[in-house]
């Protein structure tokens, strides 16, 4: 399923609500009346510029008859108010109608047709429309236009009146009507039937995406505000001109559009305000003006093609891993006691090839046990492991790169499953482990796996929240459930309540302990989910199932069927070629980590695999003893 979480529920609410915010107050604040005329007509703009890119970013269709949208509602405007008699009012309402009229006009001909030539068709069909409009000087007033259109009122109130504050404020209405009907459609199953035209036609359309339905949805939908925005600007301005079909208009909303950024719902908003507040500070120049204005445009889009709001994004990016990175130097130096009154004993951090890595080690002489973690979680997940084995066994456990309290790595080289294996090597050998058993959780299975699959030693595996993969991406779906939580794994930026929801997730234990391992979630750095998802392709995977199949490593796997990632009924029927007692072995009320959730029962059973090695170590069948002790 596509996770689509509602707006409240996202990073974005905050910013959206400071920045409405300052818009409603910004018109009592300043009260010159041509600092209004700017801000409206930078709320016009953002809504042609904003919505042009549902046609041309997400629908990927070339459409260059949008300012033709803009022009109809203008037009219609100044024939229902003026020549027809309508309440301005209602023709606002009216004029989208016909906008939309003509951009289904315009589909049939497109429909077909690709690239270069859906612009001369669009082009051509826009400069029709400016013909007919200029022939029929009668109704339209030809070149000269329209002028001394009805103004808005309330009751004998004028919307000009106060320094054109009413206008302010319906302008801002239908900024964000237009803003919050875009947000809607992208996130609905047309919206993403547009964007699967644009990615993958072909694929699209044999999953039963209707081409030319969709197209006439992308050009419909994309006419609607620009024809209603027209219409209030013929209330505005009090014009309807031929000058709307120019290249001006054209220009200023394209360049709006390529320097916020294509296929965004922010980025032209953004770039509308902007690089009109540049241009006006920018005034006392003259003619220079618009050579520094286009410049500075030309710039942005050769530094950032993808706009401001990728520019944006990546400072974005960089605030949110130094805050992880703060957050894990805060944790290493003020929670270590804290942490060491969980695990029994102080961590430390080990230099490897892939940064600092916090290290946990009891320094016991008995047979290793290396535990690693799973996504968006840390070393301390397994502290009552620690405390039913450690007497016997050596228990190490560590925080994978940015996690826990772990430095922050490289995004291209340390956040990958084969860079993550390479750091439990690196673990084992500065701290002379021997021959381990490694026993791996969630994403940590699958490094386990890579582990040994790669050749290092390993006395015997074990693997929990971990589902089989021969390839992929095809055994996704298979192995695991689809759900919002699956797609949270692979999500850079998280907001409050998706860390929140995947904590309690993935950590299913409520005790005050385990709240330690969820607000773990609150420290990983967010590029760690998404390139470790992003580079399964390049993981070999086909090495690690030849693991499972030939037996050459004791393996086990143990879950809790209440799991709400992996898919049982596939673990279930893979082929193992040498499997603890034959198959996957579940734990009832473990979720996606019995070992926290259902510890009693976990760790009765990991001690009952582990006595598979008592030759290793003669103690285990103690530990058997003394947790069914324990457990009576």
């Known amino acids: ?63 260059f008859a949008h300012m033709a949208f803009f022009a109809i509602g203008l037009y219609a405007y100044g024939i229902g ?12 309402l009216l004029a989208p109608l016909a906008s939309i009229a003509f951009a289904a006009l315009l589909a049939a001909p497109v429909l077909r047709l690709e690239g270069i030539y859906v612009i001369l068709v669009t082009i051509a069909a826009s400069q029709l429309l400016l013909k007919i409009v200029v022939s029929q000087s009668d109704i339209t007033g030809g070149t000269s236009g329209m002028v001394l259109l009805p103004r808005l009122t309330i009751g004998d109130y004028r919307l ?50 209707s081409e030319g339905t969709t197209r006439l949805y992308t050009l419909c939908a994309s006419a609607v505000l ?8 013929g209330s505005y301005v009090r014009v309807a001109s031929p000058d709307v079909f120019g290249l001006s208009f054209l220009t200023i909303t394209l360049s709006i559009l390529l320097v916020g950024g294509v296929s965004t719902i922010w980025g032209p908003i953004i770039a509308a305000f902007a690089i009109t507040v540049f241009a006006e ?30 520019g944006i994004q990546e400072l974005w990016d960089a605030l949110d891993s130094r805050k992880a990175g703060l957050i894990a130097r805060w944790r290493r130096r003020f929670q270590a006691q804290r942490r060491g009154a969980l695990m029994g004993g102080p961590d430390r951090m080990v230099e490897t090839s892939h940064g600092a890595i916090s290290v946990f080690d009891n320094s016991h002489s008995g047979q290793a046990i290396l535990f690693i973690h799973g996504n968006s979680a840390c070393k301390e997940a397994f502290f009552r492991q620690v405390a039913a084995f450690g007497d016997r066994y050596r228990i190490v456990a560590f925080d994978l790169p940015g996690h826990g309290v772990s430095e922050n790595g490289n995004p291209r080289t340390d956040y990958n499953y084969e860079a993550y294996a390479k750091v439990a090597a690196e673990i084992v050998d500065r701290l002379s482990l021997g021959t381990p058993i490694v026993f791996g959780w969630s994403l940590g299975g699958y490094v386990a796996l890579e582990y040994a699959a790669s050749g290092n030693p390993t006395r ?44 309690a997730k993935t950590v299913p234990a409520e ?5 330690l391992v969820r607000r773990a979630v609150w420290r990983t750095d967010g590029r760690a989910r998404e390139q470790v998802v992003a580079r399964m392709k390049t993981v070999d995977w086909p090495r690690q199932i030849r693991l499972m199949k030939e037996g050459t490593v004791p393996f086990a796997m143990i879950n809790g069927p209440e799991d709400p990632f992996i898919n049982h009924d596939y673990c279930a029927r893979f082929a193992y070629g040498n499997i603890w007692r034959g198959g996957p072995q579940n734990i009832a009320g473990g979720g996606h980590a019995p070992f926290l959730a259902a510890a009693d ?31 009576r």
Request: proline fraction near 5%; include cysteine.
């Open 1 to 63: 399923m596509k996770y689509a979480p509602p707006f409240y529920r996202t990073n974005g609410l905050i910013p959206v609500m400071m920045a409405l915010a300052v818009l409603i107050v910004l018109p009592l604040i300043f009260t010159d009346t041509y600092v209004r005329h700017i801000v409206i007509l930078v709320f016009i703009y953002a809504i042609l510029a904003s919505n042009w890119d549902l046609s041309l970013g997400y629908g990927g269709v070339f459409n």
């Open 81 to 92: 108010a003026k020549i027809i008699g309508i309440d301005p009012w209602l023709t606002i």
């Open 160 to 209: 000009t009146s106060d320094g054109r504050i009413g206008y302010y404020y319906v302008a801002l209405i239908l900024l964000a009507a237009s803003t919050v009907f875009l947000y809607k459609l992208e996130r609905s199953s047309v919206g993403r039937a547009i964007k699967a035209l644009r990615d993958n036609k072909y694929y699209a359309i044999s999953r039963g995406v």
């Open 226 to 233: 620009p024809g209603l925005a027209g219409a209030f600007y």
């Open 281 to 310: 500070l920018l005034g006392e120049y003259g003619a220079w003006r618009d050579i520094i204005v286009a410049g500075v445009i030309i710039g942005v889009v050769l530094v950032y093609p993808g706009g401001l709001y990728a």
């Open 460 to 503: 015997a595996l074990a693997i929990c929240g971990t589902s089989p993969l021969g390839t992929f991406p095809d055994d996704m779906p298979l192995g695991y459930i689809a759900s919002p939580h699956m797609e949270l794994a692979g999500k850079r930026f998280l907001s409050w309540y998706e860390k929140r929801v995947y904590a």
């Open 511 to 515: 005790d005050a302990q385990a709240q």
């Open 601 to 631: 029962a976990f760790n009765r059973l990991f001690a009952e695999f582990l006595a598979e090695f008592d030759d290793l170590n003669p103690g285990t069948s103690a530990d058997l003893v003394a947790l069914d002790r324990a457990e």
